[in-house]
């Protein structure tokens, strides 16, 4: 071979070894990884015997065999039909108008859940390279003073408030923590993912509203309780949770995923429950 034959050779090598490192990763090496794709999931609720779920605005329903409704609790979905709006519905999104609601239908194939509740639908393999981790909710709890104190570092902030919503293993703690008003920035409160290799922070931006300063109707106030976890993962990717923020007009609901020291939000969603 030629000196300038081998040269070519060389750095056509070279290039190809460039374009495979640089090339985008495939969906199977994503699911393998543990990376959750918003395709794969949707939101749905129950109506009132919590044997059906209505998921609305999404395509080809049937793809989605899998209704997270709790913490480690899943059920068997089975789509039935497409469900077209009727004249008397009144635009909710509960139990009351679900039969003249619009969306895709679907039913368990055994058991039931909650009525009226929020529910993730997942395709089979959604959650693909995911365990699911055994959480307890708890009411009225508090983080460990060490947390706070590491929060208020990462922060610069001070914590005024703060309420534990539950914890898994491994030292995992969900919480809502509220920070102190600084003169020229707008209110700030976090939804805290505390694990043992550090604190992830889903941030809540308000308004000088004082009377919606976080939600419609608020008054204000944002508590840990109005907030309900639907699952939380660990992967190769990180750590996974899905939670439940409810409002006076309705519940806003998001999917989020560790990506290194920061959350990515993966869906999002809203329940229009508004009182008639």
Request: glycine share 8%; hydrophobic share 40%; aromatic share 10%.
């Amino acid at each position: 071979m030629s000196k300038i034959n081998r040269y070519v050779t060389i750095m056509l090598s070279l290039a190809l070894l460039t374009f495979s490192a640089a090339a985008p990763m495939s969906a199977q090496a994503k699911a393998a990884s543990g990376e959750l794709q918003a395709k794969k999931l949707a939101f749905a609720y129950a109506d009132k015997t919590g044997k059906r779920l209505l998921a609305a605005g999404v395509t080809s329903p049937q793809r989605f065999t899998q209704a997270i409704h709790a913490p480690g609790m899943q059920k068997q979905a089975i789509f039935v039909k497409q469900q077209k709006a009727t004249e008397k519905s009144n635009g909710r999104q509960n139990e009351w108008n679900f039969n003249q609601d619009e969306g895709g239908l679907f039913k368990l194939a055994a058991g039931k859940i909650l009525h009226n509740s929020s529910v993730l639908l997942a395709e089979k393999d959604a959650f693909q390279g995911h365990r699911f981790l055994k959480y307890q909710a708890v009411k009225d709890g508090k983080l460990e003073d060490d947390v706070i104190a590491a929060v208020e570092k990462a922060k610069k902030r001070k914590v005024v408030k703060q309420g534990l919503l539950g914890s898994a293993p491994s030292g995992v703690r969900i919480a809502l923590v509220e920070f102190e008003r600084v003169k020229g920035e707008k209110p700030l409160a976090s939804l805290l993912l505390k694990t043992e290799q550090g604190l992830l922070f889903q941030d809540f931006v308000g308004t000088e509203d004082e009377y919606s300063t976080w939600r419609v109707d608020d008054g204000g106030e944002i508590s840990a309780q109005d907030f309900r976890i639907l699952f939380v993962t660990a992967s190769d990717a990180g750590y996974s949770l899905a939670y439940e923020w409810f409002g006076a007009e309705g519940s806003s609901l998001e999917v989020l995923q560790q990506q290194k020291t920061k959350f990515r939000s993966v869906l999002e969603g809203y329940r229009y429950t508004a009182p008639v």
